[in-house]
Structure formats: C-alpha cells, structure tokens
C-alpha cells in the first residue's frame, strides 16, 4: 500500500485554467504538507496542516488553497495558473510531536506544466 | 531564519569512487539534521538523520555526523554504485514542533560504471 499517494502524477494545462491536486495518506499521521520543487530542483515548503488546521502558510500567492477535509487528506487548488507555476508538486506527512526527530514520508509528486 | 547551505553543482564520480556532499546549516537552537535522496523520477525519501552533537546516521553504507562545533552534517560513501545516482538534499528541522523542514540546493549525483 502507498503510503502517501498524490494524483495526478502529470497534468499538462493552459495558462488561466483551474486545476487542483489531491493527496491522501494511510500513515496514521496527523501533518500534511505541500512543497514545491522548481526545475532546479530547490525545494520550498508552501503549506503545512496539523489535524486539518493551517500550521504553516509561506508566501504563497492567494491563488493557492489547500483545503483539508480530515487528516489523511491534503489538496492544494490552483486558480488561474501561470506559467511560473509549472513545478513538481510534493505532498508529505508527518506525526508531530513524536520524540527525536519527526521524519517527514513524501509522496511521488505531481508534475504540472502550465502552457 | 534557519538554513542550509550545500556545496555547489553536481558531483559526477566513477563506480567504487569516495563520495563526500558537504553541508552546513545555520541555527538557532539545536535543530535535528537529515538527509534525503530523491531518485529519478520518485519523491524524497529519508537516508538518514541525526538528532544531536556527534550523533552519526547511517543507512546503505552512507554515513553522516552531526558536528556541533563547525555547524556540519557532511555525507559520504565510501563506494559509490551506478544505483546511488540521486538527488541529495540536506535538511534541518527546529524543535519547535511545526516539523518544518528547511531544505538544502540538493546535490546532483551521477555515478558512471
């Protein structure tokens, strides 16, 4: 069983449209997280959900929404996408709080190119 | 804020060559250090971590320790194999409990048999 699946794994669209990611894990965890990795490879956190309230919010533009329906559940909704925003979309999850290190399991991504 | 700094460009090595990334971090406090490999075509997955001074991580003959005194977390390999061909991100994470990870450039790792 995956543990943090994300779909869709590509998704080609047009610049303007409305698109949205979805995420769900079977870890138990009670985090989860979006980060996005430019072609570059630099990875940049962009939203962070502990039991389906909003931890983290970074700079991220208001045509960004993660929406959390319960805690094994992330999506991220993209309104009127642009071109900068062709990037590997990287769910993840995590237990808070646990003793030692909190080690972050990520799912396989979901590429989206923005035409 | 906190950060880290890895060594710039990609590393490209022969089969059986030593592997060495650098990295260095800044932060306030004592953070818990990792890295994370990230296959092509897959997501990050944990290599290994440490989660104070001298503490070493260990996982698939990859080794790394923590060192307080010069704020590095330097992986290597002894003998590297054409399937260690990765992206290495080196990570900090604050133990203020928002477990947000603060990630590294990645280093860019193509083995050659």
């Known amino acids: 069983d995956t543990a943090v699946s994300q779909t869709p794994k590509y998704l080609v669209t047009q610049m303007g449209n409305d698109k949205s990611i979805k995420c769900e894990q079977n870890l138990g965890h009670d985090t989860m997280y979006w980060y996005k990795q430019d072609s570059k490879k630099f990875l940049k956190i962009m939203f962070s959900y502990n039991n389906k309230e909003l931890i983290i919010n970074e700079t991220v533009p208001n045509r960004f929404s993660p929406k959390s329906p319960d805690k094994a559940h992330l999506n991220l909704h993209i309104n009127s996408l642009e071109l900068g925003d062709s990037a590997v979309y990287f769910c993840?999850?995590?237990?808070?709080?646990?003793?030692?290190?909190?080690?972050?399991?990520f799912g396989a991504g979901s590429r989206l190119t923005v035409l | 804020g906190d950060s880290v700094t890895q060594m710039e460009g990609p590393v490209t090595l022969s089969e059986e060559a030593f592997l060495t990334i650098n990295c260095t971090y800044t932060a306030t406090g004592y953070p818990s250090l990792f890295w994370y490999v990230q296959y092509p075509g897959e997501g990050l997955q944990l290599l290994l971590k440490a989660t104070k001074a001298d503490d070493k991580g260990s996982n698939k003959g990859f080794e790394a320790t923590y060192r307080k005194e010069t704020t590095s977390f330097h992986l290597e390999k002894g003998s590297v194999q054409v399937s260690d061909s990765a992206v290495y991100f080196c990570?900090?994470?604050?133990?203020?409990?928002?477990?947000?990870?603060?990630f590294g450039k990645g280093n860019q790792v193509v083995v050659i048999p």
């Open positions: 993840a999850s995590s237990q808070r709080f646990m003793t030692g290190a909190n080690v972050l399991t």
């Open positions: 990570a900090l994470s604050d133990r203020g409990g928002n477990n947000r990870l603060a």
